[in-house]
């Protein structure tokens, strides 16, 4: 069989003076292109984990959609994974889920996009109307009434490294070996394969090599304040943890018209970012070794705060959260995924007296459907993207990304 072979210079060229010329040339062909693998778990995933090999990326099958990807980002979530906490890590595997591109080609059935469009690939899927009107899955009838933004359509597949239409995979090694997908999504590749339910269709004139970040960590954090808790308009809320996606936390904050927004982080380096990005106040639990960081807070706000988000992923500080907020009415948000096993723990009181415990995936956007929605807002200037990006590195040098991101160098680190 025919393997058409994508260097990364030809293809970047062919691909914005031809259009569609050169997608309809690899159409229904097997493409042999770059990307990261990553052949197992390292715990020190910031030490050279990835094989950047040519692969073999199949063509589409029904339902599916192949994207050449142009823009990558690094996320913890990735290093989560990479590092061997993940429960659903699967290896070997192609990493990468924050990610743009241009439609390549589409399976049979396909509908919602087209060769040549632009596209923000989905780690939570949304299915079709029709899906939820005919109830495909228990989740159908929380989906359609706004309860959730968790569909399960294609979430069994993904979550097994695999493609609904056959449980298969679409990429292999040059030697034939399968590669699991990740996420639905393996965008450490130059080119993947999604289920259509993961493909956002973007407008054209937003640069490509920002609106990526829309695939996971800002939409996160503006949806979990702006969705999951709902701040109102003169809250006072509570940031742990200043990566992206509690510096993200803050700006939705900010878009909500929080009052006061406390950040806090061990390293007050980053007190200056979390500054441009809306916050007005600043605490480094190691200021207060023989205090508690929630009965500082609690002092420090006369009771405690209307809303807390942690983005870490540390259990303890879940709880120190949840602690930090106000007897009657807190609400404290958990976006930081913990390690496989773990678990949280808190007095029961602490919720017999009204506080709240929620969970946050995605920001609570449906993904297909409002993250176009996210890209418009950027683009009229209402919402933050470049200022997120610290790094840029090509696809060879995906383990020195790796390396800044657990260095807190970086924010993100675009990959193209």
């Not at 590092?83 to 990493?95: M, R, T, W």
């Amino acid at each position: 069989m025919f393997v058409f072979k994508a260097s990364r210079s030809f293809v970047s060229s062919a691909l914005w003076k031809q259009g569609r010329l050169l997608f309809s040339s690899t159409a229904g062909q097997p493409i042999s292109c770059l990307a990261a693998i990553a052949y197992e778990p390292k715990k020190e995933y910031w030490k050279d984990a990835l094989k950047v090999e040519e692969v073999v990326v199949d063509p589409p099958q029904a339902g599916e959609v192949r994207v050449k990807i142009t823009h990558t980002a690094l996320c913890h979530t990735d290093a989560f994974t990479l590092s061997g906490e993940d429960a659903e890590g699967k290896f070997p595997c192609i990493l990468g889920h924050e990610a743009s591109g241009v439609v390549e080609s589409v399976g049979e059935g396909v509908t919602n996009v087209a060769p040549g469009d632009h596209v923000i690939p989905c780690y939570q899927g949304e299915c079709f109307p029709e899906d939820q009107q005919n109830d495909h899955c228990p989740r159908c009838r929380g989906y359609r009434v706004g309860k959730t933004n968790l569909c399960g359509k294609i979430r069994p597949f993904t979550g097994a490294g695999v493609m609904k239409s056959d449980q298969a995979s679409r990429f292999r090694t040059k030697d034939g070996t399968p590669l699991w997908h990740y996420m639905g999504t393996s965008t450490f590749s130059q080119y993947t394969v999604l289920h259509q339910e993961s493909v956002a269709k973007i407008r054209k004139d937003a640069p490509l090599e920002k609106v990526n970040l829309l695939g996971c960590g800002l939409a996160t954090g503006w949806g979990a304040a702006l969705n999951t808790a709902k701040v109102e308009a003169g809250s006072t809320c509570a940031i742990f943890g200043l990566g992206a996606v509690g510096l993200s936390t803050i700006e939705g904050c900010t878009m909500a018209k929080a009052g006061r927004i406390i950040a806090i982080d061990i390293d007050p380096q980053k007190f200056e970012a979390a500054r441009a990005f809306g916050a007005t106040d600043f605490v480094n639990p190691n200021d207060f070794p023989d205090r508690k960081i929630q009965d500082v807070l609690v002092e420090m706000t006369g009771g405690g705060v209307d809303y807390s988000f942690e983005c870490v992923g540390n259990t303890d500080l879940m709880r120190s959260a949840l602690e930090a907020t106000h007897i009657g009415w807190g609400t404290s948000v958990i976006i930081g995924v913990a390690g496989a096993g773990k678990e949280i723990a808190t007095r029961p009181f602490q919720l017999v007296t009204g506080r709240t415990w929620k969970g946050t995936a995605f920001g609570g956007f449906k993904s297909r459907s409002e993250v176009p929605g996210l890209v418009d807002k950027y683009m009229q200037g209402e919402a933050k993207i470049d200022e997120y990006i610290t790094h840029n590195r090509n696809l060879s040098d995906i383990n020195q990304a790796f390396s800044l991101l657990h260095s807190g160098e970086c924010l993100r680190c675009v990959i193209w």
